[in-house]
């Protein structure tokens, strides 16, 4: 009997969310809203549904999310930016962030690393007996940060080593893809929940993109020296590195990050 009722409360948690992608798509061009308020629909509100059903590990997916998101946020959005890997041309905020990063991006950065966390707790975990480790997430915290010291010094004295060919297909790699792959080829075991949890951030990606790019949030400027290739879903055109880190890599990403710098040694046993 609890088995039948946790399957069914599981079955509809996915209902629930699937249905999130389609309502936002749906609400966001009936509205025609912005950019922010698009991010709230797609990614808000599973955000708020995995929490709900999630709450023992709301706390730890929350600190994580804000150490790892922010500082990546704005090392990959300055230096995509810069690049004219993207641009979003509109925020409702009168400034940006060093003037270049719409405080928009920041919520949506958050959210990424956010929702997949949850999901990844919600359906294979939700067990708040496992214990942050502290000490590997200074050890994220710090890395990060050289990074942004770094970024900051070559604004300063060296900006020419921003501006690089194919950068957004370079961020990908180092940032995205290599953890992953090299996390799944020492434990295989997380290929299921990162596969199961991938599927359905590809759908809200997707979605959310063919969604943004119809109501002008966002736009590419890059020329063919910035992207390795495109990709065209339902007449949208849009980067390869935008379809294959952010749809098919991110999510993956997200937990590579969450398992080797928030958790004791236990999970990865």
């Known amino acids: 009997m609890a088995k039948t009722k946790k399957r069914t409360q ?3 948690d996915a209902l629930v969310l699937l ?13 025609q809203v912005n950019f922010l308020v698009a991010t709230i629909l797609f990614f808000g509100l599973p ?13 730890k997916a929350l600190i994580f999310s804000l150490l790892l998101a922010i500082p990546v946020s704005i090392l990959v959005d300055y230096i995509g ?43 294979f975990c939700c067990d708040n007996k496992r214990k942050s480790s ?3 997430l200074i050890v994220m915290s710090v890395l990060f940060a050289l990074l ?17 060919d194919y950068a957004y297909f370079w961020m990908g790699v180092i940032l995205l893809l ?51 290739g495109w990709v065209t879903i339902f007449n949208t055109t849009i ?5 294959f880190f952010w749809f098919v890599v991110q999510s993956s990403s997200a937990l590579t990050y969450y398992l080797v710098f928030d958790n004791d040694t236990s999970e990865l046993a």
């Open 10 to 12: 599981t079955q509809r």
């Open 19 to 31: 249905a999130i992608p389609v309502v936002a798509s749906v609400l966001s061009l009936l509205l």
């Open 47 to 59: 955000a708020i549904w995995l929490s709900i059903k999630c709450a023992s590990s709301v706390k």
């Open 81 to 123: 930016v810069t690049n004219g890997s993207w641009y979003v041309p509109e925020s409702i905020f009168a400034n940006r962030l060093f003037g270049v990063v719409p405080y928009e991006d920041l919520l949506w950065g958050f959210l990424l690393v956010y929702n997949p966390v949850m999901f990844y707790e919600r359906f």
């Open 134 to 136: 502290i000490g590997k």
């Open 148 to 164: 942004l010291i770094s970024l900051a010094l070559a604004v300063g004295f060296r900006p020419d080593l921003i501006i690089r």
């Open 178 to 228: 290599a953890p992953v792959v090299i996390f799944i080829s020492i434990y295989p075991k997380f290929i299921k929940p990162f596969l199961i949890t991938g599927i359905y951030f590809f759908l809200i990606g997707v979605t959310f993109e063919l969604t943004g790019v119809e109501l002008g949030h966002w736009i590419f400027p890059g020329t063919s020296t910035d992207f390795i």
């Open 239 to 243: 980067p390869f590195e935008e379809f």
